[in-house]
C-alpha cells in the first residue's frame, strides 16, 4: 500500500536519510525502529510531505505522490498521529476528534463515527472536555482517534507509547492490533519500546544513521538480536 524507493533526504549539507527503501503492506503493522536521532521521524515527515527529498520516490497504492502536498496525501489516504500527540489543546475532544474529518464532505463532517468511540470509550465520556485537560495518555488515544476519523488506508504512529501509563499503552496495542486483524488498512508504527513493536510487528526494519540496516518479519525479531541493535 505504502512504498518508498531510494529516498534521500538533507538538512543543510547533512545526509539524514540514505537510499531508505520501504514497504508497508495492507492488513499488517511495519514495525520502523532505531534509537534516537537516527531519522526515523524524519522520514516519517517526508512520508506526508512535511519535509521535502531530495532525491528518490514516496507512492501510496501504485500512484506517486511525492510532489503532494500533506493536506493531499492525508485526503488521499495517510493518517499521521506526530510524536508528542499535538492535539489541539483548547479544542474539546469532539471537537478535535471532528479537526480529523475536516477532507471529508460536509455531511460527513459533522458527526464523529461511532467506532472512534468504541475503541477508546475515555473519549466518549470526555467528549465535552477540553483536549490540554486530558492526560497524556488520553491525549494520546485522543491523537489516534482523530488520525482515524478521517478512515486512512495507511495509519502512521510516531512513538505512541513515548511518555504513556502502561494501562493505556494496553488500550492502544489492543486497538492497533484490531485494525490490523481488519484488514482494509496497512500500519507504519515507530518505536523504541521494543516490547510494544515485537508483541505487534508482522514486518520491521531497523534504521540507524540514516540508513536501513536490518529489515525481516516480526516472528524472526528475537532471533536475529533486533533488541540488541536498539541498545548499541
Do not use: W
Not at 532525491?55 to 501504485?62: F, K, N, V
Not at 513515548?162 to 490490523?180: F, H, M, N, T, Y
Request: aromatic share 4%; with cysteine.
Amino acid at each position: 500500500m505504502l512504498v518508498v524507493r531510494a529516498l534521500d533526504h538533507y538538512y543543510g549539507s547533512s545526509h539524514t536519510l540514505r537510499a531508505v527503501e520501504l514497504q508497508v503492506p495492507m492488513g499488517g503493522v511495519t514495525a520502523l525502529l532505531g534509537r534516537n536521532g537516527v531519522g526515523k521521524t524524519t522520514l516519517l515527515k517526508c512520508i506526508m510531505g512535511l519535509e521535502p527529498v531530495r532525491a528518490g520516490r514516496i507512492e501510496l497504492d501504485g500512484r506517486d505522490i511525492t510532489a503532494l502536498r500533506p493536506e493531499r496525501r492525508a485526503a488521499i489516504g495517510l493518517g499521521y498521529v506526530p510524536q508528542g500527540r499535538e492535539i489541539f489543546p483548547r479544542l474539546t475532544v469532539e471537537e478535535n476528534l471532528r479537526m480529523g474529518l475536516a477532507s471529508k464532505s460536509a455531511g460527513e463532517a459533522r458527526q464523529v463515527p461511532e467506532e472512534i468511540y468504541a475503541m477508546f470509550p475515555v473519549l466518549h465520556q470526555m467528549r465535552g472536555r477540553r483536549g490540554g485537560d486530558l492526560s497524556g495518555g488520553q491525549q494520546q488515544q485522543l491523537a489516534i482517534g482523530r488520525a482515524l476519523a478521517m478512515k486512512p488506508r495507511v495509519l502512521i504512529l510516531d512513538e505512541p507509547t513515548e511518555g504513556i501509563q502502561p494501562s493505556i499503552i494496553k488500550d492502544i496495542e489492543r486497538v492497533i492490533r484490531s485494525l490490523a486483524q481488519r484488514g482494509d488498512m496497512a500500519i507504519l508504527l515507530v518505536e523504541q519500546y521494543y516490547d510494544f513493536a515485537q508483541s505487534l510487528a508482522d514486518h520491521y526494519l531497523v534504521l540507524n544513521r540514516g540508513v536501513v540496516v536490518k529489515s525481516g518479519s516480526g516472528e524472526s525479531m528475537q532471533s536475529e538480536n533486533v533488541r540488541g541493535l536498539l541498545a548499541v
